[in-house]
């Protein structure tokens, strides 16, 4: 099992930032993947930004430049630093793992972008 919390959601003005963090616990070991999915009303969860065991990333194309997703495994923790944020950014947003046998997933995290 993996447990998954994330912290860090907020208000924030257009083109402000934020850093959200989620911490890992369980069975960290059995983890090849770690990423950031949001969801924004009435629309699909999609992915955000994926890290590997080995750190290799990759960033949507609409958070590129923007967004940068990392992990600090002596701490069991993995962040998205947030920058250059707009109202279309707006959405749950959720940690996720994924092990050989399943997926996992946090609680959310709402981050709100508005004036």
């Known amino acids: 099992q993996v447990q998954l919390v994330e912290s860090g959601g907020g208000l924030v003005q257009p083109g402000g930032s934020l850093r959200l963090s989620c911490a890992v616990s369980g069975s960290i070991f059995s983890i090849y993947r770690m990423g950031w999915y949001r969801q924004a009303p009435g629309k699909q969860r999609e992915l955000v930004a994926f890290?590997?065991?080995?750190?290799?990333?990759e960033h949507v194309a609409s958070v590129k430049g923007r967004f940068a997703i990392s992990r600090n495994s002596a701490r069991n923790m993995m962040y998205l630093q947030m920058g250059s944020l707009r109202p279309e950014d707006t959405a749950v947003y959720y940690c996720?793992?994924?092990?050989?046998?399943?997926?996992?997933w946090g609680q959310g995290t709402q981050v709100t972008v508005s004036s």
């Open positions: 996720n793992a994924d092990t050989v046998t399943r997926a996992y």
């Open positions: 890290i590997t065991n080995t750190d290799t990333t």
